[in-house]
């Protein structure tokens, strides 16, 4: 409605300024053609330096009325550590243009007022002058390849690839009508590799390749979350059309490409919390976020860094959002141990999985690390006493023969002994409730001794456990149920208490 109000104003000016207009070729018809033409020049200039002056008024004032919500300046420098050569080679080139422009300005303003018609006054015609001709082709020049040159220096450094053996963190991310896959490489620190043939909606939207076991424990995060300081390598790919990575904050942009892949190099270096501080010192960002709510937050407070597609790729387009949080290394560590791996949520032991009953390298991996830190619980506890469960220690039916499978846990127990030689303990075998009592109580004392037996084999010396067999005198479960039956057949690591000395 406003917008309509200024309108009106300004065309009802344009109207007065063509009446008035008429008026002086009126006068003019009366007073004469000389005078009226002269009268009306001088009138003309006037007005030129007039407007040459609101409008670089205009233009400084609306350019420092808006800086602080401007790219590169005030609260929003740059976050990244190339960003800052990119805000630099901007101000640079707006610095120079700036000069010409202004200068220009007043020069073609300066000149129509100086020169107009006036009584006694002669034009001067000539028709070349080298040294004109030599300055405005020789400053241009310089200036240009100045530009140019410093340009080309600081595009090298942001496009640069990761030298071979340099630390990064590598993530993929995928455009497709309309959001963003962001994959991680997860514990191994690769992304496995995909093709496109076996991408099936809903189960595999990457068409990451199950066979490679690099793809086991890469996952998939709904947000990019990324440590402060340590460079990023962004794999940029699309599954349909041209879309656009870009990160504003981080002065990050490149095109997602269908069928090639493209990348992107840079370092954070602020966190979210850190940027947010840098906001709430400018007046711009201490309004509330939501009008509707204006005793809610402010809008520094609300502030994330995001990922945009910069690509009009379709009616969705504007949805193809993603918040970007940096956080300290800390932060980022228990975040990673969060995240669950794809390939274990959605693929493993289905018929999809190349690896189905098969034990891998990565499971194993997990394994250990439980194991380790229920051990650790357990001994650095006040009482240093506690039972843990050996999950992955499995005998053959009916028998007290370990199967192979089990010395992966044996053996971590193993390490973890050897690790803590104060630590005492019992092994304990347990059944379930089929069958008679005398057979369960011998079959889990034999199971408890074959166990013994294996630690004893790797070194462990006797003097610190004992084997024991408890039948199906202590349950964990209902032996009702098939898996309760199941998790009451177990053998047990009790830790007894550090030995004195
Ligand atoms: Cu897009």
Redesign the pocket.
């Known amino acids: 409605m406003i917008g309509l109000v200024i309108f009106g104003i300004i065309a009802l000016i344009a109207v007065i300024i063509v009446q008035l207009s008429k008026v002086s070729d009126l006068a003019s018809a009366i007073k004469g053609e000389e005078s009226a033409r002269l009268q009306s020049n001088n009138r003309t200039a006037f007005w030129l330096v007039i407007f040459m002056i609101v409008f670089l008024v205009f233009c400084v004032v609306s350019a420092l009325y808006y800086k602080n919500v401007m790219l590169g300046y005030g609260p929003l420098t740059s976050a990244s550590e190339h960003g800052g050569k990119i805000d630099g080679l901007f101000n640079t080139t707006l610095i120079a243009t700036g000069i010409v422009f202004v200068l220009t300005q007043i020069l073609l303003f300066w000149f129509s007022y100086k020169y107009r018609e006036q009584k006694g006054h002669k034009p001067v015609f000539f028709a070349h002058s080298t040294q004109l001709e030599l300055l405005w082709t020789g400053v241009p020049v310089v200036v240009m390849t100045y530009l140019v040159v410093s340009g080309l220096f600081v595009w090298n450094d942001s496009m640069a690839d990761v030298a071979a053996g340099e630390e990064v963190i590598d993530i993929e991310a995928t455009?497709y009508?309309?959001a963003w896959d962001i994959r991680y490489p997860g514990p191994d620190g690769k992304i496995g590799t995909k093709n496109f043939r076996l991408i099936e909606p809903g189960i595999n939207p990457l068409g990451q390749d199950w066979s490679d076991e690099k793809n086991i424990d890469d996952f998939m995060a709904s947000d990019i979350v990324l440590p402060v300081g340590k460079k990023v390598r962004v794999s940029i790919n699309s599954k349909d059309v041209l879309?656009?990575f870009y990160l504003p904050h981080f002065r990050v942009k490149m095109d997602a490409v269908p069928g090639l892949p493209t990348y992107f190099v840079f370092t954070p270096t602020k966190t979210t919390e850190e940027f947010r501080q840098q906001l709430k010192d400018y007046p711009e960002f201490q309004v509330p976020f939501d009008d509707i709510d204006p005793e809610g937050p402010q809008r520094w407070e609300m502030f994330d860094f995001e990922l945009a597609?910069a690509?009009l790729?379709?009616k969705g387009?504007y949805s193809?959002r993603k918040v970007v949080r940096i956080v300290e290394q800390e932060e980022y560590d228990r975040w990673l141990a969060d995240q669950s791996s794809y390939y274990m949520d959605n693929i493993r032991n289905t018929d999809d999985d190349p690896f189905k009953g098969e034990l891998l390298g990565f499971e194993i991996g997990r394994r250990k690390n439980s194991l380790k830190n229920e051990f650790i619980d357990i001994v650095d506890s006040d009482s240093g006493e506690g039972t843990i469960n050996l999950e992955y220690v499995f005998f053959d039916t009916g028998s007290a023969n370990l199967k192979d499978d089990s010395k992966y846990e044996l053996d971590n127990v193993v390490t973890l002994l050897n690790e803590n030689p104060e630590v005492i303990f019992e092994l304990g075998g347990h059944t379930d409730s089929q069958g008679d009592d005398a057979s369960n109580l011998s079959l889990s004392q034999a199971r408890a001794d074959s166990v013994a037996s294996y630690l004893a084999g790797k070194g462990i010396s006797n003097d610190r456990f004992t084997a024991r067999g408890y039948g199906e005198a202590a349950p964990v479960q209902d032996n009702d149920t098939a898996e309760g039956r199941q998790a009451n057949r177990r053998t047990e690591l009790k830790i007894l208490s550090k030995k004195e000395g």
Request: glycine fraction near 18%; include cysteine.
């Open positions: 455009g009508q309309f879309h656009n597609c690509e790729c379709g387009h193809m």
